[in-house]
């Protein structure tokens, strides 16, 4: 789990946060290329998760990182998903 305290998405914005290059037009103040957020859901997803973002406009953002348990590393198959610390 990923949170911050900053300003939070505006919820215009989050229906596009995970598209590549995607920008929102009302920060004018945040440099970056638009690839992170793709970039990290695109790596979790390879690995059979899911990246959520829960966000309180004003209040900041809080991204969670969900994985699936090995059945190699637990021993047996759990079909879980286990909250993994950032």
């Known amino acids: 789990m990923v949170r911050d305290s900053g300003e939070g998405i505006d919820p ?3 229906p596009h946060i995970f598209k ?3 920008r929102s037009p ?3 103040t ?3 290329s638009g690839l992170g957020l ?3 859901r695109a790596i979790v ?3 059979h998760g899911t990246l959520r973002v829960q966000n309180e406009p004003g209040s900041g953002a809080c991204f969670t990182i969900s994985l ?3 059945d190699k590393i637990v021993g047996k198959p759990s079909g879980r998903r286990h909250i993994v610390p950032l």
């Open 12 to 14: 215009r914005d989050m």
């Open 20 to 22: 590549r290059f995607y």
């Open 26 to 28: 009302r920060s004018n």
């Open 30 to 32: 945040h440099q970056g």
């Open 38 to 40: 793709p970039l990290a």
């Open 45 to 47: 997803e390879a690995h």
């Open 68 to 70: 699936l348990l090995s």
